[in-house]
Antibody, heavy 120, light 108 residues
């Protein structure tokens, strides 16, 4: 059974860089043709797609965040990561990782989410 | 356009039928997907490919799409269906995923 788990700091200072990791268990990232995505949800607001990456490192990203976002995949650890630079209070959110079945436009398996607060 | 528009809030009487809609240019050309999210929980996929249900999703949930509008219908709403519902698709370029703003459903 596929399981995704986010990890990272709960508190990040303004202007700093946020780094999150999603560890995948129950399947190998490199055996899948799917993408692996990041979605966030500010407090009391809706979902926002950040971007997705496949095991080869190919990405597609939200154009509104693209200038600050990097994504990577580590097949040896079966995990993928998100880096968001120059964070502000507007980046405070619950960050989810999920399997992105891109061909059918669906995130079918989600992590539980990790709350990130940007504050000094 | 990169937007998907949903009514912010709707209500339905217990056991009745409700249709939640999602409007946007992307829906015309690409599949619509629906998620259910309860407080403090991650979203759950309930409809994909406009009308397909993942295993384990009750058949009271159904989806459809016509033109620029995708719809999620709950037939015989249950108390446990009270949640936020989000639609998703691609933007008009097809290169990016977009989410609707969400509909908060109250079951009366």
């Amino acid at each position: 059974q596929l399981h995704l788990q986010e990890s990272g700091p709960g508190l990040v200072k303004p202007s700093a860089t946020l780094s999150l990791t999603c560890t995948v268990s129950g399947d190998s990232i490199s055996s899948s043709t799917e993408y692996w995505g990041w979605i966030r949800q500010p407090p009391g607001k809706g979902l926002e797609w950040i971007g997705s990456i496949n095991y080869s490192g190919n990405t597609y990203q939200n154009p509104s965040l693209k200038s600050r976002v990097s994504m990577s995949v580590d097949t040896s650890k079966n995990e993928f990561s998100l880096t968001l630079r120059s964070v502000t209070a507007a980046d405070t959110a619950v960050y989810y990782c999920a399997r992105d079945r891109a061909a059918t436009i669906r995130f079918d398996i989600w992590g539980q989410g990790t709350k990130v607060t940007v504050s000094s | 356009s990169s937007e998907l528009t949903q009514d912010p809030a709707m209500s339905v009487a217990l056991g009745q039928t409700v249709r939640i809609t999602c409007q946007g240019d992307g829906v015309r050309a690409y599949y619509a997907t629906w998620y259910q999210q309860k407080p403090g929980q991650a979203p759950v996929l309930i409809i994909f490919g406009n009308k397909k249900r993942p295993s384990g999703i009750p058949d009271r949930f159904s989806g459809s799409s016509s033109g620029t509008t995708a719809s999620l219908t709950i037939t015989g709403a249950q108390a446990e269906d009270e949640a936020d519902y989000y639609c998703s698709s691609r933007d008009s370029s097809g290169n990016h995923v977009v989410f609707g703003g969400g509909t908060k459903l109250t079951v009366l």
